[in-house]
């Protein structure tokens, strides 16, 4: 039984030991992205930016994150693409597939886009989201060497988060999103980090790549804005 109370009180140890690392890694990151203070003002993330089709070749795309909202277009070939939430209902519209009305959002989309939405990360005040950190040590990425913290979220989802171990700045973010019959996984690196007119490091660059190491292609953005409200219009259901 001794035995058995040393052995827990070691593994508690270890955990708390965890957390305060992985707790000041992300009290590094914030401070060097704005500040904590100035990151609670954050209620809201607008990007205008394109998606680089091919050499010479972009697509314009904008998207919206809120805490209840999220919002995202692709125009291409004189035709745009939309999907949006508004809290827990959605829609998605592919006008290619010849479709003239909007599908609803599944309970599943509906989750990945909730994950995706804080405009402040997840990290941010994560206890009393109730989610858990984990510090997982140094890795590398691209030559890059780098803190790894996992998260798991109140849900069952894991997020590992890969922050420069210089600068702080968030370089990777890998998910694995609990779906209903599946986990569907989400791999997104950052660049191009600039300081915007709220006055807080964002990356105006992101590419996904997936588990063979495929790269989706460059998004780049040319303005973030914060705090800035929604058009209600762009939330309407199209054909409905």
């Known amino acids: 039984m001794r035995k058995t109370a040393i052995i827990i009180g070691l593994l508690f140890k270890l955990m708390n030991a965890s957390s305060q690392n992985a707790d000041e890694i ?36 904008n998207q919206y994150i809120a805490n209840e909202i999220s919002y995202s277009d ?41 994950l995706m939405s804080d405009p402040q990360g997840l990290l941010f005040n994560y206890a009393q989201k109730g989610h858990f950190v984990e510090y997982l040590g140094t890795d590398d990425f691209d030559g890059t060497e780098v803190h790894k913290i996992k998260l798991t979220t109140k849900e069952g989802d894991f997020v590992y988060y ?15 999103i609990k779906l209903s019959d599946k986990e569907q996984k989400v791999n997104t690196n950052y660049s191009d980090f600039k300081k915007n007119e709220f006055g807080i490091i964002l990356p105006y660059a992101n590419n996904w790549v997936n588990e063979q190491g495929d790269e989706g292609g460059l998004t780049q953005f040319k303005k973030i804005e914060v705090n800035v409200k929604i058009d209600d219009k762009l939330l309407e259901t199209p054909g409905k």
């Open 74 to 114: 692709f125009s291409w070939n004189g035709m745009t693409s939309k999907s949006a939430r508004n809290g827990d209902k959605g829609w998605s519209f592919t006008p290619w597939s010849g479709k003239r009305i909007a599908d609803p959002m599944t309970k599943d989309n509906i989750h990945g886009s909730k």
């Open 162 to 176: 890969y922050f420069d171990i210089e600068t702080f700045y968030l370089l990777k973010i890998y998910a694995k």
């Open 26 to 61: 992300i009290s590094k990151y914030y401070e060097a992205t704005g500040g904590k203070a100035l990151w609670s003002k954050v209620q809201s993330l607008k990007y205008e930016g394109h998606y680089v089709m091919g050499p010479g070749a972009f697509a314009p795309v």
